[in-house]
Protein backbone atom coordinates (compact mmCIF):
# COMPACT_ATOMS: atom_id res chain seq x y z
CA UNK A 1 0.00 0.00 0.00
CA UNK A 2 2.96 2.44 0.48
CA UNK A 3 3.92 2.04 -2.81
CA UNK A 4 0.54 3.36 -4.00
CA UNK A 5 0.35 6.34 -1.69
CA UNK A 6 3.89 7.49 -2.73
CA UNK A 7 3.42 7.65 -6.51
CA UNK A 8 1.49 9.68 -8.98
CA UNK A 9 -1.34 8.30 -10.60
CA UNK A 10 -2.75 8.98 -14.06
CA UNK A 11 0.66 9.33 -16.20
CA UNK A 12 1.52 7.81 -19.35
CA UNK A 13 4.46 5.67 -18.20
CA UNK A 14 4.74 3.90 -15.35
CA UNK A 15 6.18 5.36 -11.51
CA UNK A 16 6.45 1.94 -9.61
CA UNK A 17 8.38 -1.07 -10.42
CA UNK A 18 7.97 -4.58 -8.67
CA UNK A 19 9.98 -7.11 -9.98
CA UNK A 20 9.41 -10.81 -8.83
CA UNK A 21 11.03 -14.21 -9.48
CA UNK A 22 8.28 -16.10 -11.01
CA UNK A 23 5.23 -15.17 -12.81
CA UNK A 24 3.16 -16.82 -10.37
CA UNK A 25 4.27 -14.23 -7.81
CA UNK A 26 3.67 -11.42 -10.32
CA UNK A 27 0.21 -12.53 -10.72
CA UNK A 28 -0.15 -13.19 -7.32
CA UNK A 29 1.03 -9.19 -6.73
CA UNK A 30 -0.75 -7.42 -9.43
CA UNK A 31 -4.02 -8.70 -7.63
CA UNK A 32 -2.99 -7.15 -4.23
CA UNK A 33 -2.69 -4.39 -5.59
CA UNK A 34 -5.73 -3.88 -7.71
CA UNK A 35 -7.54 -4.78 -4.73
CA UNK A 36 -5.31 -2.19 -2.63
CA UNK A 37 -5.91 0.65 -5.28
CA UNK A 38 -9.21 -0.08 -5.93
CA UNK A 39 -9.98 3.45 -4.46
CA UNK A 40 -7.41 5.06 -5.99
CA UNK A 41 -7.59 3.93 -9.67
CA UNK A 42 -4.24 2.37 -9.95
CA UNK A 43 -3.46 0.99 -12.77
CA UNK A 44 -1.57 -2.12 -12.47
CA UNK A 45 0.12 -4.51 -15.71
CA UNK A 46 1.81 -7.61 -15.04
CA UNK A 47 4.45 -8.54 -17.24
CA UNK A 48 6.08 -11.49 -18.10
CA UNK A 49 7.22 -14.66 -19.84
CA UNK A 50 4.52 -16.99 -21.67
CA UNK A 51 2.27 -14.72 -22.90
CA UNK A 52 2.05 -12.56 -25.54
CA UNK A 53 3.53 -9.51 -26.38
CA UNK A 54 0.64 -7.45 -27.98
CA UNK A 55 -1.49 -6.99 -25.09
CA UNK A 56 1.12 -5.37 -23.04
CA UNK A 57 2.45 -3.47 -25.27
CA UNK A 58 -0.82 -2.13 -26.14
CA UNK A 59 -1.48 -1.43 -22.14
CA UNK A 60 2.01 0.34 -22.26
CA UNK A 61 0.75 2.70 -25.20
CA UNK A 62 -2.26 3.21 -22.86
CA UNK A 63 -0.57 4.00 -19.65
CA UNK A 64 0.30 2.42 -16.14
CA UNK A 65 0.79 3.56 -13.06
CA UNK A 66 2.47 0.47 -11.89
CA UNK A 67 4.37 -2.21 -13.58
CA UNK A 68 4.77 -5.93 -11.85
CA UNK A 69 7.01 -8.48 -13.63
CA UNK A 70 9.44 -10.71 -13.74
CA UNK A 71 13.52 -9.50 -14.93
CA UNK A 72 13.59 -10.95 -18.32
CA UNK A 73 10.23 -10.02 -19.89
CA UNK A 74 11.04 -6.33 -18.12
CA UNK A 75 14.48 -5.95 -20.14
CA UNK A 76 12.54 -7.35 -23.44
CA UNK A 77 10.55 -4.79 -23.30
CA UNK A 78 12.97 -2.01 -22.57
CA UNK A 79 15.01 -3.42 -25.71
CA UNK A 80 12.27 -2.82 -27.92
CA UNK A 81 11.74 0.36 -26.46
CA UNK A 82 8.17 -0.47 -25.36
CA UNK A 83 8.59 0.31 -21.59
CA UNK A 84 10.66 3.67 -20.26
CA UNK A 85 11.89 3.48 -16.78
CA UNK A 86 12.89 6.86 -16.74
CA UNK A 87 9.94 8.16 -14.63
CA UNK A 88 10.34 5.44 -11.91
CA UNK A 89 9.67 6.59 -8.12
CA UNK A 90 9.64 3.20 -6.00
CA UNK A 91 11.23 0.25 -6.50
CA UNK A 92 10.65 -2.95 -4.80
CA UNK A 93 12.54 -6.20 -5.32
CA UNK A 94 9.87 -8.93 -3.75
CA UNK A 95 11.56 -12.74 -2.97
CA UNK A 96 15.22 -10.84 -3.15
CA UNK A 97 16.96 -14.20 -1.71
CA UNK A 98 14.98 -16.05 -4.02
CA UNK A 99 16.20 -13.83 -7.04
CA UNK A 100 19.35 -14.43 -6.31
CA UNK A 101 19.32 -18.24 -6.29
CA UNK A 102 17.56 -18.20 -9.52
CA UNK A 103 20.88 -15.94 -10.98
CA UNK A 104 18.64 -12.59 -11.81
CA UNK A 105 21.41 -10.84 -10.04
CA UNK A 106 23.01 -9.44 -13.36
CA UNK A 107 19.46 -8.34 -15.01
CA UNK A 108 18.46 -7.17 -11.60
CA UNK A 109 21.95 -4.71 -12.07
CA UNK A 110 20.75 -4.28 -15.84
CA UNK A 111 17.29 -2.52 -14.98
CA UNK A 112 18.46 -0.40 -11.74
CA UNK A 113 20.71 1.27 -13.70
CA UNK A 114 18.11 2.48 -16.34
CA UNK A 115 16.33 4.29 -12.97
CA UNK A 116 16.38 7.63 -11.41
CA UNK A 117 18.81 7.66 -8.67
CA UNK A 118 16.65 9.74 -6.64
CA UNK A 119 13.84 7.01 -5.62
CA UNK A 120 12.83 4.58 -3.13
CA UNK A 121 13.63 0.82 -2.92
CA UNK A 122 12.12 -1.45 -0.87
CA UNK A 123 13.79 -5.24 -0.68
CA UNK A 124 11.74 -8.14 0.51
CA UNK A 125 13.37 -11.26 1.47
CA UNK A 126 12.40 -14.19 3.76
CA UNK A 127 15.74 -15.02 5.12
CA UNK A 128 19.00 -12.32 5.25
CA UNK A 129 21.91 -14.50 3.89
CA UNK A 130 25.10 -12.57 3.15
CA UNK A 131 24.20 -11.85 -0.45
CA UNK A 132 21.25 -9.71 0.63
CA UNK A 133 22.65 -7.55 2.78
CA UNK A 134 25.78 -6.44 0.13
CA UNK A 135 22.97 -6.21 -1.81
CA UNK A 136 21.06 -3.83 -0.10
CA UNK A 137 24.35 -2.34 1.05
CA UNK A 138 24.82 -1.47 -2.46
CA UNK A 139 21.50 -0.23 -3.57
CA UNK A 140 19.63 1.03 -0.48
CA UNK A 141 20.71 4.19 1.12
CA UNK A 142 20.27 4.41 5.27
CA UNK A 143 18.00 1.43 4.80
CA UNK A 144 15.75 0.55 7.91
CA UNK A 145 15.76 -3.42 8.38
CA UNK A 146 12.11 -4.35 9.56
CA UNK A 147 11.20 -7.87 10.66
CA UNK A 148 7.93 -9.44 10.42
CA UNK A 149 8.28 -11.69 13.35
CA UNK A 150 9.56 -11.49 16.96
CA UNK A 151 13.44 -12.31 17.37
CA UNK A 152 12.65 -14.80 19.75
CA UNK A 153 10.52 -17.09 17.25
CA UNK A 154 12.27 -20.12 15.28
CA UNK A 155 12.98 -19.99 12.04
CA UNK A 156 10.87 -22.79 11.33
CA UNK A 157 6.75 -21.59 10.96
CA UNK A 158 5.75 -22.00 14.59
CA UNK A 159 1.96 -22.62 13.47
CA UNK A 160 2.95 -25.53 11.78
CA UNK A 161 2.90 -29.55 13.08
CA UNK A 162 6.11 -31.08 12.24
CA UNK A 163 6.24 -34.72 11.36
CA UNK A 164 9.38 -36.32 9.53
CA UNK A 165 9.93 -39.72 8.43
CA UNK A 166 11.87 -42.41 7.10
CA UNK A 167 10.11 -43.63 4.42
CA UNK A 168 11.35 -46.23 1.17
CA UNK A 169 11.64 -45.03 -1.98
CA UNK A 170 8.94 -47.75 -3.53
CA UNK A 171 6.74 -47.57 -0.83
CA UNK A 172 6.46 -43.58 -0.96
CA UNK A 173 3.57 -43.37 -3.19
CA UNK A 174 1.47 -45.60 -0.61
CA UNK A 175 2.56 -43.10 2.00
CA UNK A 176 1.64 -39.96 0.22
CA UNK A 177 -1.99 -41.81 -0.54
CA UNK A 178 -2.77 -42.32 3.04
CA UNK A 179 -1.64 -39.32 3.87
CA UNK A 180 -4.13 -37.59 2.00
CA UNK A 181 -6.57 -39.44 3.68
CA UNK A 182 -5.96 -37.55 7.01
CA UNK A 183 -8.66 -36.29 9.11
CA UNK A 184 -9.42 -32.73 8.78
CA UNK A 185 -7.30 -32.36 5.42
CA UNK A 186 -8.24 -29.61 2.87
CA UNK A 187 -5.55 -28.15 0.35
CA UNK A 188 -2.57 -29.88 0.54
CA UNK A 189 0.49 -28.65 -1.41
CA UNK A 190 3.11 -31.60 -2.46
CA UNK A 191 6.43 -30.67 -3.37
CA UNK A 192 8.63 -32.76 -5.50
CA UNK A 193 12.46 -31.80 -6.57
CA UNK A 194 12.47 -32.39 -9.98
CA UNK A 195 9.94 -31.84 -12.89
CA UNK A 196 9.45 -35.33 -14.01
CA UNK A 197 8.64 -36.35 -10.50
CA UNK A 198 5.82 -33.93 -10.44
CA UNK A 199 4.43 -35.15 -13.74
CA UNK A 200 4.44 -38.52 -12.64
CA UNK A 201 3.37 -37.81 -8.48
CA UNK A 202 0.29 -36.16 -10.10
CA UNK A 203 -0.55 -38.76 -12.34
CA UNK A 204 -0.73 -41.55 -9.95
CA UNK A 205 -2.45 -39.20 -7.55
CA UNK A 206 -5.27 -38.98 -10.41
CA UNK A 207 -5.45 -42.91 -11.19
CA UNK A 208 -5.74 -43.16 -7.26
CA UNK A 209 -8.97 -40.99 -7.03
CA UNK A 210 -7.13 -38.04 -6.04
CA UNK A 211 -7.93 -34.36 -7.49
CA UNK A 212 -4.62 -33.51 -8.34
CA UNK A 213 -2.29 -31.25 -11.05
CA UNK A 214 1.09 -30.37 -11.22
CA UNK A 215 2.39 -27.14 -11.56
CA UNK A 216 6.05 -26.50 -12.49
CA UNK A 217 8.56 -24.94 -15.04
CA UNK A 218 7.98 -27.38 -17.91
CA UNK A 219 4.21 -26.89 -18.61
CA UNK A 220 2.95 -23.92 -20.36
CA UNK A 221 2.09 -20.70 -18.54
CA UNK A 222 -1.45 -21.20 -19.47
CA UNK A 223 -1.72 -24.94 -17.95
CA UNK A 224 -0.12 -23.50 -14.79
CA UNK A 225 -2.56 -20.57 -14.66
CA UNK A 226 -4.86 -23.01 -15.22
CA UNK A 227 -4.01 -25.38 -12.51
CA UNK A 228 -3.24 -22.27 -9.81
CA UNK A 229 -6.93 -21.30 -10.26
CA UNK A 230 -8.05 -24.63 -9.96
CA UNK A 231 -6.83 -24.56 -6.48
CA UNK A 232 -7.44 -21.41 -5.27
CA UNK A 233 -11.17 -22.27 -5.98
CA UNK A 234 -11.15 -25.33 -4.60
CA UNK A 235 -11.79 -27.80 -7.81
CA UNK A 236 -8.97 -29.71 -6.59
CA UNK A 237 -7.45 -30.11 -3.37
CA UNK A 238 -4.11 -31.63 -3.78
CA UNK A 239 -1.29 -29.25 -6.02
CA UNK A 240 1.77 -30.73 -6.99
CA UNK A 241 4.46 -28.61 -7.60
CA UNK A 242 8.62 -27.84 -7.58
CA UNK A 243 10.15 -24.94 -5.59
CA UNK A 244 8.38 -22.80 -8.45
CA UNK A 245 5.14 -22.78 -5.82
CA UNK A 246 7.21 -22.43 -2.83
CA UNK A 247 8.07 -18.62 -2.54
CA UNK A 248 5.38 -16.00 -1.83
CA UNK A 249 2.20 -18.00 -3.17
CA UNK A 250 -0.35 -17.33 -0.75
CA UNK A 251 -3.56 -19.86 -0.74
CA UNK A 252 -6.48 -19.42 1.30
CA UNK A 253 -7.14 -22.47 3.18
CA UNK A 254 -4.05 -25.21 3.00
CA UNK A 255 -3.62 -27.17 5.54
CA UNK A 256 -1.06 -29.76 4.77
CA UNK A 257 2.16 -29.62 3.29
CA UNK A 258 3.90 -32.49 1.91
CA UNK A 259 7.83 -32.70 0.95
CA UNK A 260 7.39 -35.90 -1.04
CA UNK A 261 10.85 -35.43 -1.63
CA UNK A 262 13.80 -34.10 0.68
CA UNK A 263 14.42 -30.14 0.22
CA UNK A 264 17.77 -29.23 -0.67
CA UNK A 265 18.41 -26.97 2.28
CA UNK A 266 17.20 -25.33 4.93
CA UNK A 267 15.80 -22.28 3.83
CA UNK A 268 13.79 -24.57 1.04
CA UNK A 269 12.25 -26.42 3.82
CA UNK A 270 11.19 -23.64 5.57
CA UNK A 271 9.65 -21.86 2.56
CA UNK A 272 7.57 -24.87 1.29
CA UNK A 273 5.91 -25.27 4.97
CA UNK A 274 5.69 -21.80 5.30
CA UNK A 275 2.63 -22.41 3.18
CA UNK A 276 0.64 -23.61 5.36
CA UNK A 277 -0.10 -22.19 9.11
CA UNK A 278 -0.24 -18.43 7.54
CA UNK A 279 -2.20 -15.65 9.25
CA UNK A 280 -2.46 -17.03 12.49
CA UNK A 281 -4.09 -20.75 11.47
CA UNK A 282 -2.48 -23.97 12.08
CA UNK A 283 -1.03 -26.29 9.73
CA UNK A 284 0.88 -29.19 9.03
CA UNK A 285 4.19 -30.32 7.49
CA UNK A 286 5.54 -33.91 6.64
CA UNK A 287 8.50 -34.03 5.16
CA UNK A 288 9.42 -38.06 3.57
CA UNK A 289 13.47 -38.66 3.73
CA UNK A 290 14.66 -41.74 1.88
CA UNK A 291 18.24 -43.15 3.28
CA UNK A 292 20.39 -41.45 0.92
CA UNK A 293 19.07 -38.27 1.83
CA UNK A 294 19.98 -38.81 5.81
CA UNK A 295 22.96 -36.61 5.61
CA UNK A 296 21.67 -33.66 3.60
CA UNK A 297 18.26 -33.86 6.28
CA UNK A 298 20.44 -33.92 9.31
CA UNK A 299 22.39 -30.68 7.85
CA UNK A 300 19.11 -29.26 7.35
CA UNK A 301 17.85 -30.66 11.30
CA UNK A 302 20.77 -28.72 12.71
CA UNK A 303 20.61 -25.77 10.93
CA UNK A 304 17.07 -25.26 11.89
CA UNK A 305 17.37 -26.78 15.38
CA UNK A 306 14.59 -29.73 14.89
CA UNK A 307 14.32 -32.50 16.19
CA UNK A 308 13.99 -34.80 14.19
CA UNK A 309 18.13 -35.66 14.01
CA UNK A 310 16.74 -39.50 13.50
CA UNK A 311 13.77 -40.02 11.64
CA UNK A 312 11.47 -42.59 12.42
CA UNK A 313 11.31 -45.20 9.96
CA UNK A 314 8.15 -45.49 8.80
CA UNK A 315 5.56 -47.34 6.13
CA UNK A 316 2.27 -47.29 5.16
CA UNK A 317 1.30 -49.67 7.13
CA UNK A 318 2.98 -48.56 10.34
CA UNK A 319 0.88 -47.35 12.97
CA UNK A 320 2.44 -44.60 14.33
CA UNK A 321 1.26 -42.59 11.15
CA UNK A 322 -2.62 -43.39 11.22
CA UNK A 323 -2.07 -42.18 14.89
CA UNK A 324 -0.19 -38.87 14.26
CA UNK A 325 -2.22 -37.91 11.52
CA UNK A 326 -5.84 -39.40 12.36
CA UNK A 327 -5.95 -41.13 9.16
CA UNK A 328 -8.60 -44.05 9.30
CA UNK A 329 -8.15 -47.81 10.25
CA UNK A 330 -9.64 -48.53 6.82
CA UNK A 331 -7.61 -46.24 4.68
CA UNK A 332 -5.88 -47.98 1.51
CA UNK A 333 -3.49 -46.91 -1.48
CA UNK A 334 -6.60 -45.41 -2.94
CA UNK A 335 -9.24 -43.04 -2.22
CA UNK A 336 -12.70 -44.40 -1.54
CA UNK A 337 -15.98 -44.13 -4.26
CA UNK A 338 -17.94 -42.16 -1.88
CA UNK A 339 -15.51 -39.94 -1.44
CA UNK A 340 -14.72 -39.68 -5.41
CA UNK A 341 -16.44 -36.87 -6.94
CA UNK A 342 -16.39 -33.98 -4.27
CA UNK A 343 -14.06 -31.94 -6.53
CA UNK A 344 -14.87 -30.81 -9.74
CA UNK A 345 -11.47 -31.53 -11.09
CA UNK A 346 -8.90 -29.79 -12.92
CA UNK A 347 -11.41 -30.01 -16.25
CA UNK A 348 -13.48 -28.12 -14.80
CA UNK A 349 -11.50 -25.33 -15.00
CA UNK A 350 -11.47 -23.42 -18.31
CA UNK A 351 -7.29 -23.26 -20.35
CA UNK A 352 -7.00 -19.39 -21.02
CA UNK A 353 -5.67 -18.59 -24.46
CA UNK A 354 -2.90 -16.53 -23.45
CA UNK A 355 -1.09 -16.23 -27.05
CA UNK A 356 1.45 -18.30 -25.56
CA UNK A 357 5.02 -17.78 -26.64
CA UNK A 358 8.13 -19.99 -26.59
CA UNK A 359 8.51 -23.72 -27.56
CA UNK A 360 5.76 -26.59 -26.68
CA UNK A 361 6.23 -27.77 -23.71
CA UNK A 362 5.88 -32.06 -23.20
CA UNK A 363 3.71 -34.02 -20.84
CA UNK A 364 4.79 -37.07 -18.98
CA UNK A 365 2.37 -39.16 -21.26
CA UNK A 366 4.30 -37.56 -24.33
CA UNK A 367 7.19 -38.88 -22.84
CA UNK A 368 6.18 -42.62 -22.10
CA UNK A 369 4.71 -42.89 -25.61
CA UNK A 370 6.49 -45.19 -27.44
CA UNK A 371 8.37 -44.19 -30.89
CA UNK A 372 6.97 -45.85 -34.30
CA UNK A 373 9.04 -48.98 -35.04
CA UNK A 374 10.95 -48.08 -38.27
CA UNK A 375 10.33 -50.37 -41.34
CA UNK A 376 12.62 -53.22 -42.35
CA UNK A 377 14.39 -52.71 -45.75
CA UNK A 378 14.46 -56.38 -47.33
CA UNK A 379 17.63 -56.54 -49.54
CA UNK A 380 18.41 -59.38 -51.94
CA UNK A 381 22.02 -60.72 -52.06
CA UNK A 382 23.21 -60.73 -56.04
CA UNK A 383 25.90 -62.47 -57.62
CA UNK A 384 26.22 -61.71 -61.48
CA UNK A 385 23.12 -60.05 -61.53
CA UNK A 386 21.45 -62.95 -59.89
CA UNK A 387 19.32 -63.50 -56.56
CA UNK A 388 21.85 -65.97 -54.08
CA UNK A 389 19.65 -68.74 -52.06
CA UNK A 390 19.23 -68.98 -48.84
CA UNK A 391 21.16 -71.61 -48.16
CA UNK A 392 24.54 -69.48 -47.57
CA UNK A 393 24.93 -68.50 -51.23
CA UNK A 394 25.59 -71.75 -53.04
CA UNK A 395 21.76 -72.69 -52.98
CA UNK A 396 19.68 -72.32 -56.41
CA UNK A 397 18.65 -69.21 -57.50
CA UNK A 398 15.01 -68.41 -56.51
CA UNK A 399 12.44 -68.77 -59.64
CA UNK A 400 11.24 -65.11 -60.04
CA UNK A 401 7.49 -66.17 -59.76
CA UNK A 402 9.07 -66.02 -56.35
CA UNK A 403 9.94 -62.15 -55.87
CA UNK A 404 8.30 -59.03 -56.25
CA UNK A 405 8.49 -56.80 -58.76
CA UNK A 406 10.54 -54.07 -57.04
CA UNK A 407 13.44 -56.83 -56.05
CA UNK A 408 12.96 -58.30 -59.96
CA UNK A 409 13.80 -54.74 -61.34
CA UNK A 410 16.12 -54.16 -59.03
CA UNK A 411 17.77 -57.42 -59.72
CA UNK A 412 17.78 -56.33 -63.44
CA UNK A 413 19.09 -53.19 -63.02
CA UNK A 414 22.25 -54.70 -61.42
CA UNK A 415 22.65 -57.28 -63.78
CA UNK A 416 22.32 -54.31 -66.81
CA UNK A 417 25.67 -52.55 -64.63
CA UNK A 418 27.55 -55.66 -64.02
CA UNK A 419 27.69 -56.76 -67.39
CA UNK A 420 29.81 -53.70 -68.64
CA UNK A 421 32.56 -55.35 -66.76
CA UNK A 422 35.53 -56.16 -68.82
CA UNK A 423 38.53 -58.61 -67.96
CA UNK A 424 40.64 -54.91 -68.00
CA UNK A 425 38.97 -53.50 -65.11
CA UNK A 426 41.47 -54.86 -62.74
CA UNK A 427 42.48 -51.41 -60.97
CA UNK A 428 39.18 -49.15 -61.21
CA UNK A 429 37.77 -46.55 -58.62
CA UNK A 430 34.32 -46.44 -58.51
CA UNK A 431 32.09 -43.10 -57.59
CA UNK A 432 29.09 -41.96 -57.42
CA UNK A 433 26.71 -38.81 -58.50
CA UNK A 434 23.17 -37.71 -58.52
CA UNK A 435 21.17 -37.43 -61.38
CA UNK A 436 17.41 -36.97 -61.63
CA UNK A 437 16.96 -38.11 -58.20
CA UNK A 438 18.84 -41.65 -58.46
CA UNK A 439 22.08 -42.52 -58.05
CA UNK A 440 23.78 -44.40 -60.69
CA UNK A 441 27.45 -46.02 -60.44
CA UNK A 442 30.38 -44.57 -62.83
CA UNK A 443 33.33 -46.48 -63.87
CA UNK A 444 36.59 -45.04 -64.57
CA UNK A 445 39.22 -47.10 -66.59
CA UNK A 446 42.92 -46.86 -66.62
CA UNK A 447 44.50 -44.85 -69.68
CA UNK A 448 47.64 -44.63 -71.11
CA UNK A 449 48.40 -41.95 -74.13
CA UNK A 450 44.49 -42.17 -74.67
CA UNK A 451 44.93 -46.20 -74.88
CA UNK A 452 43.56 -48.23 -72.06
CA UNK A 453 45.75 -50.12 -69.53
CA UNK A 454 45.38 -53.95 -70.21
CA UNK A 455 46.17 -56.60 -67.31
CA UNK A 456 49.60 -57.38 -68.61
CA UNK A 457 50.67 -53.83 -69.24
CA UNK A 458 49.89 -52.97 -65.60
Known sequence: MALLQRIEHGGTRPRGLVLTPTRELAMQVTDDLLVAGGKLGSRVLPVYGGRAYEPQIAALREGVDVVVGTPGRLLDLVKQRHLDLSRIDVLVLDEADRMLDLGFLPDIERIVDLLPRERQTMLFSATMPGEIVALSRRYLRRPTNVRAEAHTEPDAAPQVVQHVWQTHQLDRPEVLARVLQAEGRGLTMVFCQTKRACDRVASDLSHRGFAAAAVHGDLGQGQRERALRAFRNGKIDVLVATDVAARGLDVDDVTHVVNYECPDSADTYVHRIGRTGRAGRTGTAVTLVDWADLPRWKLINSSLGLPFAAPEETYSTSDHLYEALGIPKTATGTLPKEQRGERAGLAAEELED?????????????????????????????????????????????????????????????????????????????????????????????????????????
Do not use: C, L, M, Y
Open 354 to 458: IGETGRARSTVRDRERPRPRRRKRNRVRTRAGKPIGSSGGHGDAAAPGERSASEQAASEQAATERSDETAGDAAQAATTERAGGRRRTRRRRRTRGGKPVTADES
